[in-house]
């Protein structure tokens, strides 16, 4: 399994597989703004972990609104094995800047330092319904962490989770580029 160390400690692990089964504080969730889990990992995530990750997120966007592109939102995680949903919308490519999906991991990373967390497991945001292409959106989280990673204190695990060979392979290249 490919892994990155940063001299305080934290590591980032590029795995392969199903996120539903990823064992780590938090999960991220590939959402959308409106916090409707439709398909994709957000499928995913609600046909496993429970229709009350679905509730929740409709609660919090009855009381904060809409999720701003880049922007994250927490919920329980029901019955995964997760402690946390950390709902971050990434870009639509071609409808809104790809750069958007660094604040989407900046935020997400924040977040789970903001909860004390210490494990928190990303897909690949953005490269599935939302159509961005797995070496742009590869880079653009690769830098993220980069940038974000020395100053965490509290979350020392970051797992990103492939889905399939192609994701894998471009996401282990480009984070052997930029990390
Ligand atoms: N585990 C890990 N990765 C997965 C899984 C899984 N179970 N399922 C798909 N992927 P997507 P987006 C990969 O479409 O592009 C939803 O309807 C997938 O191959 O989940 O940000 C939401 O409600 C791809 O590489 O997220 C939003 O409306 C990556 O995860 C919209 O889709 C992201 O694909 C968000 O679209």
Redesign the pocket.
């Known amino acids: 399994m490919p892994g990155f160390k940063f001299p305080n400690g934290v590591t980032v692990e590029l795995i392969k597989?199903?996120?539903?089964?990823?064992e780590a504080d938090a999960i991220v969730?590939?959402?959308?703004s409106?916090?409707?889990?439709?398909?994709?990992?957000?499928?995913?995530?609600v046909r496993k972990g429970g229709w009350v990750i679905q509730e929740e997120s409709r609660e919090w966007v009855r009381k904060y609104g809409p999720v701003p592109v880049g922007g994250v939102a927490v919920t329980s995680a029901g019955k995964l094995r997760a402690k946390y949903v950390i709902h971050a919308?990434?870009p639509?490519c071609g409808i809104e800047p790809i750069e958007k999906l660094d604040d989407a991991v900046t935020n997400s990373l924040r977040k789970a330092e903001e909860l004390g967390l210490t494990s928190i497991a990303f897909?690949?945001?953005?490269?599935?319904?939302?159509?961005?292409p797995?070496e742009d959106?590869a880079r653009i989280m690769a830098r993220a962490i980069r940038r974000e990673a020395p100053g965490l204190k509290s979350v020392r695990r970051i797992i990103i989770?492939?889905?399939?060979d192609e994701?894998f392979n471009v996401f282990n290249r480009v984070f052997n580029d930029e990390l």
């Open positions: 597989g199903d996120i539903t089964e990823v969730n590939a959402a959308n409106y916090l409707e889990h439709g398909g994709g990992v957000a499928g995913a995530i919308v990434g639509r897909p690949a945001i953005s490269t599935g319904i939302f159509g961005c797995y959106a989770c492939l889905y399939g994701a």
